[in-house]
């Protein structure tokens, strides 16, 4: 089906985009048809009574929103994982097809005898042949490797009076 890595690559990189982008759209169609739902205000005399009737619908309502959230999250991911899969897929090989031409038959032509006395032509110097140029690949990133820094420790010296009694004990 697809002859070439770089193929296969382009197809995973559109497949992840495509993926990500349905997420996105269904996400929002979602939070879309949420807020477009008819809302009641409850409204009571008893305080309590209207807290208890409201807590439901808002525990739910507290859900969906982290839902569409995180559909919202993950389809964006998705989305930008598709394009940079994309973005970095290997470039394909640059193929330089040069034109040949049927060889013509070279024609004779009689040139008249030089004295001997003259020095004789220089060569010519050949045509240079046209180069060639191959592609190359970009260079991989250098890395640096910094060492860290000797910290000079600090050692405790004790005075001498002190390290006396310590030997004497």
């Given at each position: 089906m697809f002859k070439t890595f770089r193929d296969k690559i382009a197809l995973s990189g559109i497949t992840v985009l495509m993926i990500g982008v349905a997420l996105l759209i269904f996400t929002f169609?979602?939070?879309?048809?949420?807020l477009t739902q008819n809302l009641s205000i409850i409204a009571s005399?008893?305080?309590v009574q209207t807290f208890g009737e409201a807590l439901?619908?808002?525990i739910a309502t507290c859900i969906r929103i982290m839902y569409l959230g995180i559909m919202g999250w993950v389809g964006s991911l998705l989305t930008i994982?598709?394009?940079t899969i994309i973005a970095h897929t290997p470039a394909t090989p640059k193929t330089v097809?040069?034109?040949?031409q049927a060889p013509q038959p070279?024609?004779?032509?009689?040139?008249p005898q030089k004295a001997k006395a003259e020095k004789p032509e220089e060569k010519a110097k050949p045509e240079p042949k046209p180069e060639v140029k191959q592609e190359q690949k970009?260079?991989?990133?250098?890395?640096?490797?910094?060492?860290?820094?000797?910290v000079p420790q600090q050692q405790q010296?004790?005075?001498k009076e002190e390290q006396q009694q310590s030997n004497n004990q």
């Open positions: 169609i979602s939070a879309y048809g949420f005399e008893d305080l439901a619908p808002l994982r598709g394009v097809v040069q034109k040949t070279k024609q004779v032509v009689p040139q970009p260079q991989e990133p250098e890395i640096a490797v910094i060492p860290p820094e000797p010296t004790q005075p």
